[in-house]
Structures are given as C-alpha cells and as structure tokens.
C-alpha cells in the first residue's frame, strides 16, 4: 500500500498538508505510526520552555513571538506577543488555547475582522494535528469541547480541511491601538518536535508598525493606556 500512496496524492491533486495528512492517517491505520513517533505528546502543563528560548523570546522586540503546540495552545510568549493577545489571556476559561478562543469566545469576533477566515485556520491546524497526532487525549478533549459548544466548529471540523500554518499576512483589531495589519512566519522548531515558532511583524514604515511600537510602550507601562484614531 506504501507504493500507492504518493501515486494517490497525486490523483486527487493533493497539496502539501493534505499529503502529509493523507499518510499521517495511512500510518494510523496500518500501525506503523508507532514505528515513527510516541502515541502521546507531552502536554501543556508537561513542558515548559528552557531558559535560552525564552531570551529568545525576550530578544524579539518588534513584533509579538511565541511558541505553540499542535493544539493551538500557547507555551511561551514574549512580553508583546501577551499585549497582543491581551483579550485571549483576559479570560482564563480560553486557557490560553488560540483555538478556544476564536471559537468560544465573543471577543474574537472584533480581534479577527476577518474571523471567519481565522476560524477556518484554526480548525484546519486542529484536524491537521489529529491526523499526525491521534493518540493525543488532550486534543481529543478540545475537540470533544468544540464540538459540544460551537456550531461553527462542527461545521467546520467536518469539512475535514487541513493546513499548514506557515506565513502569509492577517488583520487584526487590538482593543488598545486599533488596526493592525500583520506579516507573520511559523518556523518549526528542530528541537522540540510538534513545537511551531510564530513571529508577527509590521511592513516598515505603515501604520502597523507604528502601531506595535506604541502597543510595546503600553506593555512596557501597563499602567498607561495607549489612544488611537479608530478612524
């Protein structure tokens, strides 16, 4: 059946995550997944980042930067990447999950102008991740949560899309400093496998970078609160 499998791919017209997803679920089904990897990924609560990535983190200071798992949960972040994501860490049920956050809670719906594009996104992530990761009881419980709670969700997770995450350009509305229109690179970490690195950054020069700059001020001085023309 190996043989066969890239011969498929190719006549269905297959992009590159949907292969990978393709065979991901092959090697689930014939066992060999095991061969290649452990039937559990350390969790949340499991893993914590050693000290020289978070200076690595730390040292990013232009544009918010931390890492997740395939889970969408965020493991480590720098001080502009909390700013950013200010509304997600504003209520502890999101758990500080990006999927959860998209799909259950309201606030997102202004984060994301284009929400149901970012909801789309974060779907796709989590099917990718169940199909390269199926023994994972923690995703099962997020999907189990999901798919109790968002009917958009349902919809959306039985399209069976996949993706992978890896740059492109997004929209942004940040409750302190408005509109932000962001670049953004998702860099597979070689140390931690299943780990993804994401850094946002602003074209130089626009009113996005201008943007993250007063938004770092205000996280640098939280006492402050930074104003912007809504416009």
Sequence with gaps: MQGGRP????AL???????VHLLNLAQTADGTDTLTRPRRRRTKDQWRP??????????ITAGPAFVRNGR????????LARAFYAGLYATPGNQANLARFNLLDPASRRFYPDWEQAADIAVA???TEAGRNPHDKDLHDLVGELSTRSDEFRTRWGAHNVRHHGTGT?????????????????LEMAAEPGLTLTIYTAEPGSPSEEGLRLLA???????TSPTHSSG
């Design 72 to 79: 969408m949960d965020i493991l480590a972040a720098n001080q």
């Design 7 to 10: 011969a498929l791919a190719r």
């Design 170 to 186: 997004k929209r942004f509305h940040h409750q302190a400093v408005g509109d932000l229109t962001l670049a953004y690179e998702g």
């Design 217 to 223: 001020s205000w996280a640098a001085t939280p006492q």
């Design 125 to 127: 992530i989590l099917r």
């Design 50 to 59: 050693h000290r020289s990535l978070q200076w690595t983190l730390d040292a």
């Design 13 to 19: 017209h297959l992009d590159g995550a949907e292969r």
